[in-house]
């Protein structure tokens, strides 16, 4: 017999991502930022590397081109991102955090601090490490 979808391990992944994303969006709209789990990913991983390409962004934060390109159109629009033209390259841009932009990665940050301890909560050490095994390991067969 067929097992049923939510049997199934990839289900709970899923299911367990879309929770959580959920879960912390609210927590992130409750305090009143304006500003979406998407949009803080793409400023958080810029302001690690503000040199790094759009492709590699999207890569980076499991979106398509497009997607980033809107999340950055948008948090240009907002004042938390410079956009300006690349001197070598005019089909690339020069993307830099304005300090609105560094203040709402921190802001957000300690939210995100909170989320994670909170959707963690009742697993100790040796279980989230363990869990971090066991999808490193999903994420190796398949790749």
């Known amino acids: 017999m067929p097992e049923k979808v939510t049997g199934v391990v990839f289900y709970t992944i899923e299911k367990a991502i879309k929770t959580y994303r959920k ?4 927590r992130i709209d409750r305090a009143g930022l304006g500003i979406t789990i998407d949009q803080w990913l793409v ?3 810029l ?3 503000e040199t790094i390409s759009q492709n590699k962004l999207a890569e980076l ?7 980033v390109t809107r999340i950055i159109d948008l ?13 070598d390259d005019r089909r690339r841009f020069n993307l830099k955090i304005t300090d609105s932009g560094k203040e ?14 909170l959707a963690l909560s009742g697993l100790d050490e040796a279980c989230v490490t363990q869990i971090q095994s066991s999808l490193d390991q999903i994420i190796s067969n398949c790749q």
Do not use: T
């Open 61 to 67: 934060v499991f979106k398509d081109v497009a997607s």
């Open 75 to 87: 948090l240009v629009k907002k004042g938390h991102l410079i956009r300006s033209e690349h001197p």
């Open 23 to 26: 879960f912390a969006q609210h």
């Open 104 to 117: 709402i990665i921190e802001k957000v940050s300690s939210i995100v601090d909170e989320n994670r301890q």
């Open 43 to 45: 400023l958080d991983s």
């Open 47 to 49: 302001k690690c590397n």
